[in-house]
């Protein structure tokens, strides 16, 4: 149909440019003709000009004068009725007008029914030739088509198959094949990139989605499966270790230990390799499913059997490396019936195995949930807390030996809520340092207890110091001396009058960086105490070397002098060490009159405890210093 009106059309055209062209020739010859009468009437030969219509135009042409006479040729109907009217005239002279039909009539040389004829012809024949071209494209793309889906489906090429005939489309068939096979290859790669960890080879997070998925589907309460998320953490990763190179080599040693225990379990159980996948979750996190294994005592002795496999040394570029490890455990589907509430509660076990001392490894129960919910608000109650400085020192005297004066005191930190009621230090410390705000808690109690001594101070006791914990996330501040300065200045406190106690551990670990913080806060007055001394691994030699003023016994050997027989002897032993030193001594925890006794006989300086009075608010130890001062005023 459409070649048929394009053929139609394009005979129109033609017809028409040739009907218009012929007219503009007839034109052209009539004007010639009336100029040639113009010249025979102009010379009065008006016989001639009968002449030359009859030779040129006979019987289809007229010229009359301007009042409208016959001067040449035949007036018939058809030429006044049809004919076209030509002035004759020359140079604005004009002499008459003349009267012609067309000289060349656009006869066309074919007839109507054989135009439209051919046209028929024409449209038939190329109506069958491009279908007949159509219907082989169609055949090669048919084939090229089957070939692709052959190649992307990776099944082989039949022996009969059937020759593509055009060299267009045989390059089109090699060029799609060979592009189809590199989007095979970039599929697969993407796919393996999407589902396994590039560090370790084992499965990531959205593999352990999926393979969780199918666990769920097979285990049941009678036959349960297990997920087991493990934490490992270094014990010692310091220095050149910590570059990204190392690091990895670290978690591909992990990663091959997990899977040769799980390939070791999976024959002993008889189980095909793979059964027990292993994932890499994050980068110091593992997990591993075990399909079926049995009751909870027989996932315990493998979760067990695998940390303790994990704690054992690594040798890694030459230097050997031990790490800690423990397991969260969510059973399957008794603790979820979807992936990521399985996710979830294995680690909720995994943080409450970190977070109870002595514990490697917890099964989830729903309890855990429960205390995870009232950690959470705690913590949130904790930071709001802080924004609202609503910590605040408690006072410890700490009295002298030998006459019995009150010479300083500790400070304490309490949590005071809107009911006044004080909340233990034993329940936000360890929320606080875990979260990170015991650094905030610290120098809100610093801050206080500046403010507190310096106004005792003021009153005249000027020779009782106070003394403010150091914890290490504070020493790790690289503020710490600043904050401590700024303190003392605001309260215009004197620097003499400030005793910092750090324990033993931090003064250990890193005595270059105490040196550093405590040196310029050391030349300045401030003096500096040892804690919870005897409870560490520092020696003498080391002790000799630190800028230590104060050691402070421990209060487990205090209160284990009557019924530890190894107590009295250490304490004898820090109590020799500290006069060897030239330090001073304070017992912490003395209770009783016969520790209290035993202390005096072997030359301690100072105590602080329960005997002589707990800790107290600033107002009732300012009181408590003003008795105790009355009699020596007296």
């Known amino acids: 149909m459409l070649a048929l009106i394009a053929a139609s059309a394009v005979s129109i055209l033609f017809l028409v440019s040739a009907e218009h062209a012929a007219s503009d020739r007839s034109d052209r010859i009539a004007t010639r003709v009336a100029d040639g009468i113009y010249v025979e009437l102009a010379f009065g030969n008006q016989a001639n000009a009968d002449a030359v219509l009859d030779r040129l135009s006979p019987g289809r042409a007229a010229a009359f004068d301007l009042d409208g006479n016959l001067i040449a040729g035949e007036a018939t109907p058809e030429v006044l009725q049809d004919g076209r009217r030509y002035p004759i005239a020359s140079a ?63 099944q082989g090429l039949p022996e009969s198959e059937k020759p593509v005939l055009f060299a267009e489309f045989r390059r089109l068939r090699t060029t799609l094949v060979r592009r189809i096979q590199q989007l095979q290859r970039e599929n697969e790669r993407l796919v393996s990139a999407a589902y396994i960890d590039e560090r370790t080879g084992l499965g990531n997070g959205a593999e352990l989605t999926r393979q969780l998925t199918q666990f769920i589907s097979r285990s049941s309460f009678e036959f349960p499966s297990a997920f087991i998320q493990i934490d490992t953490e270094p014990m010692q990763l310091e220095g050149d270790h910590q570059d990204t190179a190392f690091v990895l080599e670290v978690q591909s040693a992990i990663s091959r230990r997990i899977m040769s225990f799980l390939s070791e379990q999976q024959a002993a159980y008889s189980l095909p390799d793979g059964r027990w996948p292993g994932f890499a979750l994050a980068s110091d996190d593992f997990g591993i499913l075990l399909d079926r294994v049995g009751p909870r005592n027989e996932i315990n002795r493998i979760a067990k059997s695998l940390l303790v496999r994990l704690k054992e040394p690594y040798t890694i570029g ?45 099964f989830y129960s729903p309890k855990l949930d429960r205390q995870t919910a009232a950690r959470k608000r705690l913590e949130s109650e904790v930071r709001s807390a802080v924004e609202q400085s609503a910590f605040t020192p408690v006072y410890q005297p700490k009295v002298d030996l030998a006459t019995g004066r009150i010479v300083g005191a500790e400070a304490l930190a309490r949590w005071q809520l809107d009911s006044g009621r004080i909340v233990s230090p034993g329940v936000f410390i360890p929320v606080a340092e875990s979260c990170g705000l015991i650094g905030d808690i610290g120098e809100q ?190």
């Open 445 to 634: 109690i610093a801050r206080k207890a500046c403010m507190g001594a310096a106004r005792w101070a003021e009153m005249g006791y000027t020779d009782i110091s106070i003394a403010v914990n150091v914890s290490p996330r504070q020493f790790e501040n690289d503020d710490l001396g600043t904050m401590l300065i700024d303190a003392m200045t605001t309260a215009g406190l004197l620097p003499r009058l400030l005793q910092l106690e750090i324990t033993e551990s931090v003064a250990v670990t890193d005595p270059e960086r105490l040196r550093d913080v405590i040196g310029p806060l050391k030349s300045m007055g401030v003096r500096l105490a040892i804690d919870d001394f005897g409870t560490g691994h520092s020696n003498l030699a080391m002790l000799g070397r630190l800028p230590f003023d104060v050691f402070k016994i421990d209060r487990a050997f205090i209160s284990s002098l009557h019924t530890d027989k190894q107590a009295p002897a250490i304490v004898e032993m820090i109590l020799g060490m500290a006069e060897t030193l030239g330090m001073e001594t304070v017992a912490e925890g003395v209770e009783t009159d016969d520790q209290l006794q035993f202390l005096k006989r072997r030359g301690c300086d100072q105590y602080q405890g329960f005997l002589f009075s707990p800790a107290v608010g600033l107002e009732k130890f300012i009181e408590m210093v003003r008795r105790n001062r009355q009699p020596a005023a007296a």
């Open 318 to 362: 030459g230097k050997k490396v031990t790490f800690t490890a423990f397991a969260g455990i969510a059973m399957i589907p008794e603790d979820g019936q979807n992936p990521q509430d399985i996710r979830k509660r294995a680690y909720t076990a995994l943080v409450q195995a970190k977070r109870t001392e002595g514990a490697e490894m917890q």
């Open 92 to 154: 604005g002279d004009v002499r008459g007008e003349l009267v012609m039909l067309r000289a060349l009539p656009g006869m066309m040389v074919l007839s109507l029914p054989v135009v439209v004829g051919v046209i028929l012809l024409v449209t038939i024949v190329a109506y069958f030739f491009a279908n007949f071209f159509a219907h082989l494209v169609a055949q090669q793309s048919n084939e090229i088509t089957s070939l692709v889906s052959r190649t992307s489906l990776k």
